[in-house]
Structure formats: C-alpha cells, structure tokens
C-alpha cells in the first residue's frame, strides 16, 4: 500500500513534478518511424508527459520534435508548411530547424535581432529500433545514449516494432507485468478445460498446466546496474523441479513478457506518458536466431501476446468503449475472461484498475513482492532526484539494457542467478556476446 503522496510521485509526471523530471533524464519514445515516412511530409502530433508537441522529418531526413506554439503569436505548429529544412508556421511565415533556431521570419524589419534571439523549444531526436525517441531532459549537450535494447540491434527481418495506446496511467502497465501471478488466472482457459498432455518440458500445454496449478509462485528479484530481473518459480510434473519464468525490468519504463524459451521470438515494450490517464505501449518482437517468419508476422498483425490488435489510430480494437468485446458465453464456456487475446486481458484488467488506480486501498501479499520493489525503486530515484538533486545513474549505461527474459526448467536447489546463467550465459540475463 502507498500513501497518497507515494501514489502521486509515482503517477505523475508532467514537466516539474518529481517523477516528470526524473523520466525526463532517460531518452523516451514519441513515434514509430513509419509515422514520418519521408522527408518533407505531414507533421505530426505529439504528445509525452503532458507537453504538446509536433514532429516532423525535414529535408535531409532528420527529425525534429519542438513546441506546438509559435512563438510569435501562438499559433499551431502542427499546421505549419514542412519545406526546406524546416517548420513554418503558417499564420506569419516564421520558420524554425530542427533545433529549433529561427532561419527566416519573412515580417520582421531590417535591424531586428529576432533572427539571433528568438528560437522554439526543441528536443534532439535518434532513430533506434524503427521508433523515434527523443531526450527531454536538461544540458543537452551531455546526453546519455539511446538504451541499446537487443531488439534495436536487430536488423528489420528479425524483428517486429509497434506501438498500442491504454487508458490509463502508464504505472499500471508496468506493475501487470511484474506480476507473473496472475497469469495463473487471468489468461487461463475456462478451469473444466484440461491441456493436451505433452511430456516435453518446453511445451506451452505443459506451462499451462503449471501455472493453472500454482497461483503463488516464489518469486526471487536480482538488481543489475539499470534496474532488477524478477523470477517466479513453479512447482512441475516432477519432484526436486522448477518451472521459472523470468522477467526484465528496466529503468524507468521497459519491461519484457517472461515466457520465451530457446529459439522461440522475445518480446518487450516501452511505456511512455501521454499524460497521467494515458501512455502509449511501443511493443516489440525479436529473434536473435533467425528472421521473422511470415506467420509469425500475421499474428503480430492480429494480436499475440503482449501485441493487442489495433485500429488505424494504434487504438486496440478490443477497448474501453466496447467493453474490450467480453463474451460471457464465453466466459462460462472457453476462458477465465470473455476476453479475446492475451494483451487484451491485460489491458482489460489494468484499465478496470481507473485512469490512475488507487493504491491507498490496497491489500498485498507475498506475490506482489516484484511490484512493491519497482515502486520503492521508481519513488526513491524521483525523490533523490528532486530533494538532493541527485542524477539517476542508469541513462549513462545504455549498453546494460541489453538484456533478455524467458522461461526455463531447471532443478529446485538452483537459486536465481544459477537459473539465469544455465538459461543465458549470464547471472543477470545480460547480452554480452
């Protein structure tokens, strides 16, 4: 449980409040790259963390994200002419680059020094994964690196990058994730349906059946230099066994699903604030191994795992205003939800939470011990930053967030750096080939 001022850090993060600083020392998402297909197209709207902005791919292929108000009289940028290398409002001809520096004001006289005082706030942008991400935070001249996250070092047939909007604050999101619980209810089959028997260790009946089984795993959580792994270990079919699923998390706002095994495809995602009742998911698929096959691509299309489907506007078509398309037919007949999809469910149950839950009233138990360490862990930074300015270390080790999750069987006296190593090579999961 949180105090109300604990919830408010946590929530919010608009420009000035403890947990809005601190996101803004870490580079952010703001756009798929296919959003800005080519140089001189339409701008874009943007909004992170309450600011309102547009984005636009200039004529060199570089893209700027700055204010969406002109600073002469405060009309929308959104509406200006993208044209030669720059931005220009539409209401007077004022024109900035993408670094926001004013490169003609057609109406201002001879003698006037507008052209060498007046500039828009901008943030400097890179391209990293198929998404634009851009750094918010303050000197930009001594800014970190993009996080070199594995799926961004993957060449494009090896992996698969999309972005899904929720209603609702991005921490909610974030804490599902690390709650491997209540996979063991909320994504299960309807409880009389039985798995298929299969006595290969890696099959997903039998994990089922694992996890239908045991709705309190033991969960173990190990720090590394941008964040923590968590691992959930479940009782097997066989005495002195454990069927773990472990899970990334990386500061302030990257997350992994838990259950790739060798040779399968990984998923992860990013969350980032629209505002405190709203974030964009930037999910995304990779495999190391082997180029994405076409099946695999459809299923993305349609919705797999953490991937919902969506509609043109990144909207999942199953949402709040349908009531996320519950069947209670068959809720009583095929699944624990009604609900098609597995992103869906969680998306369903999070949003049910409100647009920012309420963690005054809270009653948690020994499984919810992974989302008490990433608030604790999230509050703390926001608080040293913002009382003792201290900087976040994490942003300055943009090699450390290449990191996997996944599942694996291993034997029950082996504690969780044993399992990491036998299952990556590595006591923390990291890449470091």
């Known amino acids: 449980m949180l105090t109300a001022e604990e919830n408010d850090i946590l929530t919010q993060t608009d420009a000035e409040t403890p947990m809005g600083e601190y996101f803004r020392r870490f580079w952010q998402p703001v756009a798929l790259s296919e959003e800005l297909p080519e140089p001189d197209g339409a701008p874009l709207r943007v909004t992170v963390m309450g600011e309102n902005l547009v984005a636009f791919r200039d004529t060199e292929g570089r893209v700027g994200l700055m204010d969406r108000v002109c600073p002469h009289r405060g009309a929308d940028m959104f509406f200006g002419r993208n044209e030669e290398c720059g931005l220009r409002c539409v209401y007077h001809g004022w024109k900035f680059d993408v670094d926001g520096k004013a490169v003609d004001l057609p109406n201002v006289p001879p003698g006037v020094r507008h052209h060498e005082t007046v500039r828009i706030k901008t943030y400097p942008t890179k391209e990293f994964g198929q998404i634009v991400w851009a750094y918010m935070g303050p000197k930009a001249e001594n800014m970190p690196e993009v996080p070199q996250m594995e799926f961004g070092l993957m060449p494009e047939r090896k992996c698969y990058v999309m972005k899904q909007m929720l209603e609702c604050n991005w921490a909610q999101a974030m804490e599902g994730d690390l709650d491997t619980s209540h996979f063991s209810f909320l994504h299960m089959p309807a409880p009389h349906i039985q798995t298929t ?13 694992w996890m239908r089984r045991d709705g309190r795993p033991k969960f173990d959580i190990l ?53 405190d009742h709203s974030c964009w998911m930037y999910c995304y698929a990779w495999n190391p191994e082997r180029d994405l096959h076409e099946a695999e691509l459809e299923k993305f299309v349609e919705g797999h795992g953490i991937i919902a489907k969506i509609g043109p506007d990144y909207m999942p078509v199953r949402n709040r205003s349908n009531d996320y398309q519950i069947d209670r037919g068959t809720q009583k007949s095929t699944t624990y939800t009604g609900v098609q999809g597995t992103a869906e469910q969680d998306i369903m149950i999070q949003q049910s939470q409100g647009l920012i839950a309420d963690r005054t009233r809270e ?15 999230l509050i703390a930074g926001a608080r040293a930053l913002s009382q003792e300015g201290v900087e976040p270390e994490a942003p300055r080790k943009h090699t450390a967030y290449r990191t996997r999750p996944g599942a694996w069987v291993a034997s029950s006296d082996k504690e969780l750096d044993e399992v990491l190593t036998e299952r990556f090579g590595h006591e923390r999961g990291l890449v470091t080939g």
Do not use: C
């Open 363 to 377: 009653a948690l138990t020994a499984t919810d011990s992974a989302i008490v360490k990433f608030r604790r862990s």
């Open 223 to 275: 720090d590394h230099d941008v964040g923590f792994v968590v691992g959930g270990a479940r009782a097997t079919d066989e005495e002195g066994e454990l069927y773990w699923r472990m899970t990334q998390f990386m500061l302030p706002s990257h997350g992994t699903g838990p259950a790739t095994v060798p040779g399968e495809t990984y998923y992860g995602f990013t969350l980032v604030p629209i505002d």
């Open 197 to 209: 028997e299969n006595r290969d260790a890696n099959s997903p009946n039998r994990h089922l059946e």
